[in-house]
């Protein structure tokens, strides 16, 4: 990771929710080698889940920490652009996930994205189980497009669009104000 300018310190490194956010700190994206990326999903998904792997890995910084990783692969068919099969980080860092989904919809996001699969991409669907009819972190993200009942709970898939926020200082706001709280 230093050819683009920044060492990585893995996000397991910290102890507390203080230390995983700091305001001040730059937030950065950078795409990840696979090796990274599976070695902190394996480390951070807990339950049933065994992480896959996927065309591209998206790893989400504060400073040089590594605090979330966004896998992407190409869908075999659908009426969006990408399937997004990885949103990971650690479970004990409360609301790390929504800035992760914060870094998700920003412009530079959509332009790694872009550059990798060299096409448009506008837009992003997840496919998840959970035992709930909606899942929080993704409210206020993305829109439900698809809920199923299934044995244990539900099967929900939810389509983010890219590109609606224009930077990642903008993101790092947005998550400030309609997240973060100390």
Known sequence: MGKRGFSVKVAWDASSVQEWFDSTRPLKLAPI??????????????????PGGNN????????D?????????NPE??????????????AAWDK??????????????????EKKFNRKISTIYSMCFTKNE??????????????VIVEGGFNLGYLFETGTI?????????????SWTK
């Open 33 to 50: 080698n696979s090796e990274l990326a599976m070695k902190f999903r394996q480390r951070c998904v807990k339950g049933f889940i065994i």
């Open 65 to 73: 920490l590594l605090f979330g990783v966004l896998g992407f692969s």
């Open 134 to 147: 909606s899942i929080g972190r993704y409210k206020k993200h993305a829109k439900i497009q698809k809920k």
């Open 56 to 63: 591209l890995y998206i790893g989400a910084f504060i400073g």
């Open 96 to 113: 790390s996930t929504d800035l992760l989904l914060f870094c998700l919809r920003t412009k530079q996001c959509q332009e790694i994205l």
């Open 166 to 178: 224009p930077t990642l200082k903008e993101a790092k706001a947005q998550f400030i104000q309609k």
């Open 77 to 90: 068919f659908g009426d969006y652009d990408l399937l997004m099969k990885a949103d990971t980080t650690p």
